[in-house]
């Protein structure tokens, strides 16, 4: 008891030493936070403002919050947006979450290490994952990765210790591994990729283990599902498109190496000595090697060198590390930050094969024993502190300076009242760009938002149309399309904008310029006005879909704060308290449903479109996608099953196929293998 009270002592020393560094980092750099960075931000800002903890927003059900997180899981930004409500609002304040998430990572890591070898081995890998470069990076990277790491080692630890015959499977281990491991799942789907094989050592440890066991096994399945089921039921068609986008088009951009090539599988090995650091890594490797010759020659000669190691321990370890690393690598998007996960992990193992180093000495020299074998646990801590100041000098030379605040406070004297003001972000530079622009625009409860319009030629007449306030480049432009230079031309030439002010960049001859539309420059009609129509195209099918889509996604660019909805909603329902049957009405607040992701309600107005309209199979379509979106496959089945019979419809044979195959119906899968192709074809046949 008082080894472990020590133990813990020192690693709270660790981790204040570690957070000291990184607060007066945090206090020397004034850099501007870029695209990723400023985009978790503002997802933490949002989750603050849906709890009502920060100002600017208030408490507006479950639904609204979940709305903040269609691609992303919103634990990590519901702690953080926490703790900018505690700590403040600057990148700087908003970073003191990187050092909540580092206490939690060195908690698993010490506690993983105890049940490994013991407080050695716990202390020096303790140390070694504070200052470890890759991992330091992270406590001044504002991304999602520390939180990520910290909750999913800890969910691979309270799992072992769950799955260790030895520990007897009690109800408070299963109930905290599920809690944890839900957790992990909450902050990043990625986390499957580490956790995974943990899950199916669980599954099969349940299977062949007492009914105690199973029955824990079931208790935690059901309860890990009723911890997921309310955002992925939300949110599982964008998470499925993001999820699709971020991986595997982002690996095809990116031009990541496939999955059949050697340099796929050794993509994460060879960075290992730059994340880790070149003298960590060599004489871990190498203790590694040593470790496995002692072991090996002690077997031969009928001793048990390594007595305080736990077995099962180490099996639990090299199993997770070896398989999660397997499936990293087949994920086809390759960053050094998807690794960062394992690499605790890996530190556990590093710092056993450091402390076999004394070990070896001390069995070769055992009476300098009690100085060699604390010396090898000061030199490993010793090791790894030049790459991690070398590692905090690189992010410190690599922070971007702009003019950013100097824009905000300008926009925001357009609107003097606090009002809502969506500004239209032309260029995407690391100082400049929508994400950032917005993060600053919303600090202390300000109502400014950045949208960014040029990736296409057809944005041009929407932002002469519509847009308020324009911010142009002078100079660099950043990562934008050639399109984004037309768009520049026509706010500059048009006749429609007036520069009103120009900042300066670090860039020599380089500039940001803010452009606001004249008073007397007219103007097309209010979205607000135009959405019924819009609407009203649905009836069209396909076609209507295109349009709606092409039409909804500029809008909202332009339209940031969405404040048309509230105008639609009031002239919908006005026109329904008229009469019931209205039918531009229901398809108004049909679509505007949908678009809010709202299934349930939209399904709704569908129903009285599909009476009001026999002749019509679309309403009937739509109903059944929405009903299928909000997990009920089996009655978006009967929907689509009916209206087929009646209309005769590729499109409604391939929802009923389909939905009949997620009600379970496997025998159908041939029918909707069939029926999909056709269905599709036909949408893009419609659609041109």
């Known amino acids: 008891m008082k080894s472990s009270w020590r133990v813990w002592t020192l690693v709270a020393l660790i981790w204040l030493l570690a957070t000291a560094m ?89 506690a993983w290490g105890l049940r490994l070898r013991g407080p050695e081995v716990a202390l020096m890998a303790a140390f070694f994952v504070a200052f470890a470069p890759a991992l330091l990076e992270l406590r001044t990277d504002y991304v999602l990765e520390m939180p990520l790491t910290a909750m999913t080692t800890l969910a691979l630890w309270r799992l ?24 992990a799942v909450l902050i990043k789907q990625s986390a499957l990729l580490a956790i995974a094989p943990a899950l199916i050592w669980v599954f099969l440890s349940a299977a062949r283990g007492p009914l105690k066991r199973k029955v824990q096994f079931l208790v935690g399945l059901i309860l890990g599902v009723a911890l997921l089921s309310p955002w992925l039921h939300h949110n599982w068609i964008t998470t499925l498109g993001g999820t699709n986008r971020a991986v595997i088009e982002s690996a095809a951009r ?62 639990w370890l090299l199993f997770n590390l070896i398989a999660a690393w397997l499936l990293t690598s087949l994920s086809p998007n390759k ?90 972000v032309v260029p995407s530079t690391p100082d400049l760009n929508q994400h ?19 990736s296409s030629e057809r944005d041009v007449d929407p932002v002469l149309n519509h847009a308020k306030a324009v911010i142009l480049a002078e100079g660099d432009q950043g990562s934008v399309r050639d399109s984004a230079m037309k768009l520049d031309h026509a706010v500059r030439t048009s006749g429609v904008f007036v520069q009103i002010n120009q900042f300066r960049r670090n860039k020599e001859g380089n500039s940001y310029s803010l452009w606001i539309r004249r008073r007397n420059a007219l103007t097309s009609p209010d979205f607000a006005l135009r959405f ?20 909804v996604a500029v809008e909202h660019m332009l339209d940031g704060h969405f404040s048309y909805r509230r105008k639609v909603r009031e002239k919908a329902l006005q026109a329904l308290a008229i009469n019931p049957l209205d039918v531009k009405a229901r398809w108004t607040l049909a679509l505007l449903e949908a678009l809010l992701n709202r299934p349930g309600e939209a399904a709704i107005h569908f129903r009285v479109l599909e009476k009001v309209l026999p002749e019509n199979a679309w309403p009937s379509a739509y109903l059944s996608v929405v009903t299928l979106a909000d997990w009920n496959p089996w ?20 929802l009923s196929d389909l939905s009949g195959v997620l009600s379970g119906y496997i025998w159908r899968l041939p029918d909707a293998v069939r029926s999909l192709p056709r269905a599709i074809q036909n949408i893009e046949q419609s659609m041109n």
Not at 65 to 86: C, E, F
């Open 335 to 424: 960053g050094d930050r998807y690794i960062t996960p394992l690499l605790p992990l890996l530190l556990l193992v590093f710092a056993r094969c450091w402390w076999q180093w004394g070990l070896w000495l001390n069995q070769n020299w055992p009476k300098t024993s009690r100085r060699l074998l604390p010396s090898t646990l000061l030199a490993g801590c010793v090791a790894i502190m030049p790459g991690a100041f070398s590692a905090r000098m690189t992010r410190f030379n690599q922070g971007h300076q702009g003019p950013l605040e100097e824009i905000i406070m300008a926009v925001g004297e357009l609107e003097p009242q606090g009002e809502p003001l969506t500004v239209i």
């Open 254 to 315: 990116e031009g990541d190496p496939s999955i059949l090539t050697l340099e796929n599988w050794i993509w994460y090995p060879k960075i290992l000595p730059n994340q880790l650091g070149l003298v960590l890594f060599l004489v871990g490797f190498s203790g590694g090697v040593l470790w496995l010759l002692m072991n090996f020659k002690n077997k031969e000669s009928g001793r048990r060198f390594n007595a305080n190691d736990d077995s099962f321990a180490w099996k």
């Open 635 to 654: 009655e978006a089945a009967k929907i689509a099953e009916r209206a087929s019979q009646k209309h005769h419809n590729v499109v409604l044979v391939a």
């Open 22 to 110: 990184d607060r007066i980092w945090w206090g020397q750099f004034n850099g501007i936070p870029s695209w990723d960075q400023a985009d978790y931000l503002n997802s933490a800002l949002d989750h603050g403002r849906a709890l009502g903890i920060l100002p600017g927003g208030q408490w507006q059900g479950l639904d609204a919050m979940l709305d903040l997180s269609p691609k992303i899981p919103p634990l990590a930004s519901l702690v953080n947006g926490t703790v900018i409500a505690l700590a403040g609002d600057s990148p700087h304040q908003a970073a003191w979450s990187l050092s909540l998430w580092h206490g939690l990572l060195l908690g698993g890591v010490t």
């Open 160 to 183: 072992g210790c769950w799955c260790d015959p030895q520990s007897g499977s009690s109800w408070g281990q299963a109930f905290l591994a599920v809690l944890l491991t839900s957790a």
């Open 436 to 454: 950032n622009f917005t993060y600053f625009g919303r600090r202390g409860g300000g109502q400014l938002l950045g949208r960014q319009l040029g």
């Open 532 to 551: 019924p129509a819009l609407a009203m195209g649905l009836k069209e099918g396909p076609k209507g879909l295109d349009s709606v889509f092409a039409t």
